[in-house]
């Protein structure tokens, strides 16, 4: 019961971090939006929103980079891996473009989906 509680409170401050980030930093917010709403479909093998959605996605990731990103999330780590996800971004969206396999489509968009939480874990260790 002690490591439960440890853990739901573990993870309920990780939350708070992530909300925090998403207040302080609009464009990863909506990022997150997109990529929430097409991966985890995917992981139960529906690729249909990724498939219709991969250029919006690539757009978001673009635009987190295009944004002011707030002053304490600015460092090198999160603005080389900011731009990463916008390289894997677009990259899915053109393989998905040019008839990827779904096997191709779940492992780039896995990828990128780590990429994300990279930024963000990045994000929440420049604030604690």
């Known amino acids: 019961m002690r490591k439960f509680s440890f853990l739901v409170l573990f993870l309920l401050g990780n939350i708070g971090f992530a909300q925090t980030t998403f207040e302080k930093w ?35 990731a673009e635009a987190i980079n295009k944004s002011e990103i707030p002053a304490e999330f600015k460092t090198k780590e999160i603005i080389v891996a900011a731009e990463n996800l916008q390289i894997q971004s677009w990259a899915l969206h053109k393989k998905i473009k040019l008839g990827a396999t779904d096997e191709e ?19 929440t260790k420049e604030i604690h």
């Open 26 to 60: 609009p464009a990863i917010k909506t990022f997150h939006e997109v990529i929430s709403q097409t991966f985890h479909p995917a992981e139960e093998g529906n690729l249909e929103p990724i498939k219709s959605r991969s250029k919006e996605l690539a757009q978001k």
């Open 105 to 123: 489509i779940l492992k780039m968009l896995t990828s990128l989906h780590d990429t994300f939480h990279q930024i963000v874990g990045l994000c």
